[in-house]
T-cell receptor, first 112, second 113 residues
Framework: GQNIDQPTEMTATEGAIVQINCTYQ??????LFWYQQHAGEAPTFLSY????GLEEKGRFSSFLSRSKGYSYLLLKELQMKDSASYLC?????????????FGKGTTLSVSS | DAGVTQSPTHLIKTRGQQVTLRCSPI?????VSWYQQVLGQGPQFIFQ???????GRGNFPDRFSARQFPNYSSELNVNALLLGDSALYLC????????????FGPGTRLTVT
């Protein structure tokens, strides 16, 4: 079966670093995506990993280990505007060309 | 450049009715995918179309159907609406089948009463 797990909620303070973990079990794998979704808005693309290792993009980094079925999103120098839901998604090669399987999302609350 | 556009923004329907949702992809994108997002959950894949052909279908009943037009815009149709169909319906476009990230539209909020 297809399963993507991530924590439901996390809290952090401004300026801190937070790591959001994601584990996946899918019948195929053709890339892992992280999206940010503010309440009432559409998801926006943050990062993409298809090979093992770390991808860094400004304050955001994403890591992938395909052998462990594991990824994390690292957010540095947290700001209040980072309060949002963070969605981990896997592109399942067996299902369709670009269809994504999403986790339930992690709601991050950043406080001052 | 315009992003993915969807219409209408909000919609209220009664059980048993039918609804049509519309999506225009980013210019140059030929792939369109539809997702359903229930409150508090991640988006769930419904359909993917590429070059007007269905490339994938998620685990949804036959009441859900879609099509893609020659200009790559797309419609999602839902018949015999149920209360459980109330959700945010998201359309996403990508530049080519099997590659690159998906860009999401603002969604259509459907409420079934």
């Amino acid at each position: 079966g297809q399963n993507i797990d991530q924590p439901t909620e996390m809290t952090a303070t401004e300026g801190a670093i937070v790591q959001i973990n994601c584990t996946y079990q899918t019948s195929g794998f053709n890339g892992l995506f992280w999206y940010q979704q503010h309440a009432g808005e559409a998801p926006t693309f943050l990062s993409y990993n298809v090979l093992d290792g770390l991808e860094e993009k400004g304050r955001f980094s994403s890591f992938l280990s395909r052998s462990k079925g594991y990824s994390y999103l690292l957010l540095k120098e947290l700001q209040m505007k980072d309060s949002a839901s963070y969605l981990c998604a896997v592109r399942d090669q067996d299902q369709a060309g670009t269809a994504l399987i999403f986790g339930k999302g992690t709601t991050l609350s950043v406080s001052s | 450049d315009a992003g993915v556009t969807q219409s209408p923004t909000h919609l209220i329907k009664t059980r048993g009715q039918q609804v049509t949702l519309r999506c225009s992809p980013i210019s140059g994108h030929k792939s369109v995918s539809w997702y359903q997002q229930v409150l508090g959950q991640g988006p769930q894949f419904i359909f993917q179309y590429y070059e007007k052909e269905e490339r994938g279908r998620g685990n949804f009943p036959d009441r859900f159907s879609a099509r893609q037009f020659p200009n790559y815009s797309s419609e999602l149709n839902v018949n015999a609406l149920l209360l459980g169909d109330s959700a945010l319906y998201l359309c996403a476009s990508s530049s080519a089948s099997g590659h690159y990230e998906q860009y999401f539209g603002p969604g259509t909020r459907l409420t079934v009463t």
